[in-house]
Nanobody, 124 residues
Framework: QVQLVESGGGLVQAGDSLRLSCTVS????????MGWFRQAPGKEREFVAV????????SYADSVKGRFTLSREDAKNTVYLQMGSLKPEDTAVYYC?????????????????WGQGTQVTVSS
């Protein structure tokens, strides 16, 4: 059974930085493409970022490109979303995502596994 547990959310001010973590329990973490989504109040869940199995390829939503960085540390079964220059519009519940096959399934939201979410609130 694969479980994803997010941590690192909180309340910050505009312009601050925050790092989210997602730790995966279960076998073969290094085989999973991983990603992040977010959902703001009253809005649909949206793609934020994805990283390949090897970690050498990443892709970001335009809204976070240049401000967020996604990385993975296979030895700890963990991916990290480093968020910088945060804006009030980044306020949302952030969800970790994993899939058994391809990054495209994460980008489309069709991935196999989801975390429970962690709240990020950015005050102006």
């Amino acid at each position: 059974q694969v479980q994803l547990v997010e941590s690192g959310g909180g309340l910050v001010q505009a312009g601050d930085s925050l790092r989210l973590s997602c730790t995966v329990s279960g076998p073969m973490f290094s085989l999973y493409p991983m990603g992040w989504f977010r959902q703001a109040p009253g809005k649909e869940r949206e793609f934020v970022a994805v990283i390949s199995r090897s970690g050498d390829s990443t892709s970001y939503a335009d809204s976070v490109k240049g401000r967020f960085t996604l990385s993975r540390e296979d030895a700890k079964n963990t991916v990290y979303l480093q968020m910088g220059s945060l804006k009030p519009e980044d306020t949302a519940v952030y969800y970790c995502a994993a899939d058994l096959s391809h990054v495209s399934r994460i980008v489309s939201g069709l991935n196999d596994y989801w975390g429970q979410g962690t709240q990020v609130t950015v005050s102006s």
